[in-house]
């Protein structure tokens, strides 16, 4: 009785190599789920490009996410 697991080594080997990309992702100031959700989906095209662009800077922050007590500076006033 010999049954092919060939398809499901296969599939835990592409989860396996994204959820080291979504780790990687982070350790290069990228979004792991974002990256995570790429390698699924491109496996390792995603991973060549995650491995070959530049790192972000550490204090870059993205736009879309701004915190309303971030962008709006404490005046010192009081509310009225």
Do not use: C, I, K, Q
């Amino acid at each position: 009785m010999h049954e092919d697991f060939t398809g499901l080594y296969l599939s835990s080997l592409w989860l396996s190599v994204a959820m080291l990309a979504g780790g990687y992702a982070r350790t290069r100031n990228r979004s792991a789920w974002t990256w995570f959700l790429l390698t699924l989906l491109f496996g390792p095209l995603a991973v060549l490009l995650l491995v070959t662009w530049p790192a972000r800077p550490p204090g870059r922050t993205d736009p879309a996410r701004t915190d309303a007590s971030v962008s709006a500076p404490d005046t010192g006033g009081s509310e009225e």
